[in-house]
């Protein structure tokens, strides 16, 4: 197993459509986490998965985000209307889940452009 | 709300000299986790170093260790013998696991250049 992976890496849009991010995680993770990255910031946590349930999701998650983890590996993270604001680095980590001091470990991310 | 600050937006070091980036936080949790993540340009981000809150002994990763200071609430990264692949991103993150609860919070991370 070679890691996090996502894709696309890149994506360019026209503000208003829609967008589609996959994330495929280590294998036999059960957490699943996603985060945004703007220029000069930190990663923010935007919300995270145990198996396919969401347990807990940011307040940067406006009703136009969402994702899903239907069986409980990889996962979809969907923007409809795309607006210029949401120009940023979406990274995919992925953790065992089994104790307490557990790891995540990143995937290379998502640039999405907004025109 | 938990918050992790790190004031050194850029620093520089030599090969082979030492470096120390800075990290403080703030949380109302006794039990938590830090972590420095290394994010190298165009590249992903890898954990350098973890530490427990509860344990008092300084964690050490070959040319990596940590200061953990838990009333000061300080946790700084020293990388001594600085190498021209350290050159990188370098982020303090927190976390605290409650069962439902178990995101990363980063600071704004600190700019490192090796030169020669």
């Known amino acids: 197993d070679t890691g996090v992976s996502q894709d696309p890496r890149h994506k360019i849009t026209k503000r208003g459509q829609n967008v589609t991010f996959r994330c495929d995680p280590i294998?036999?993770?059960?957490?699943l986490y996603w985060y945004r990255q703007t220029l000069g910031q930190g990663p923010e946590f935007l919300t995270y998965?145990?198996?396919?349930?969401?347990?807990?999701k940011s307040r940067l998650l406006s009703d136009r985000f969402s994702a899903e983890r239907p069986k409980g590996s990889f996962s979809t993270l969907e923007i409809q209307r795309t607006e210029q604001g949401d120009s940023a680095m979406y990274l995919c980590?992925?953790?065992?889940?089994?104790?307490?001091?557990?790891?995540?470990?990143f995937g290379p991310g998502t640039r999405l452009t907004v025109l | 709300a938990q918050t992790v600050t790190q004031s050194q937006p850029e620093m520089s070091v030599q090969e082979a000299e030492t470096v120390t980036l800075s990290c403080t936080y703030d949380?109302?949790?006794?039990?938590?986790?830090l972590f420095w993540y290394k994010q190298p340009p165009s590249r992903q981000m890898i954990l350098v170093i973890r530490?427990?809150?509860?344990?008092?002994q300084n964690a050490t990763e070959n040319r990596f260790s940590v200061n953990f200071q838990k009333a000061a609430k300080s946790f700084s990264l020293k990388i001594s013998d600085s190498q021209l692949g350290d050159a990188a991103m370098y982020f303090c993150a927190y976390r605290v696991d409650t069962g439902t609860a178990s995101k990363l919070t980063f600071g704004t991370g600190t700019r490192l250049q090796v030169t020669l």
């Open positions: 998965f145990q198996n396919e349930a969401q347990l807990e």
């Open positions: 949380t109302s949790e006794s039990d938590y986790y």
């Open positions: 980590a992925s953790s065992l889940g089994q104790t307490s001091s557990d790891t995540q470990y």
């Open positions: 530490q427990e809150a509860y344990k008092q």
């Open positions: 294998s036999e993770h059960n957490r």
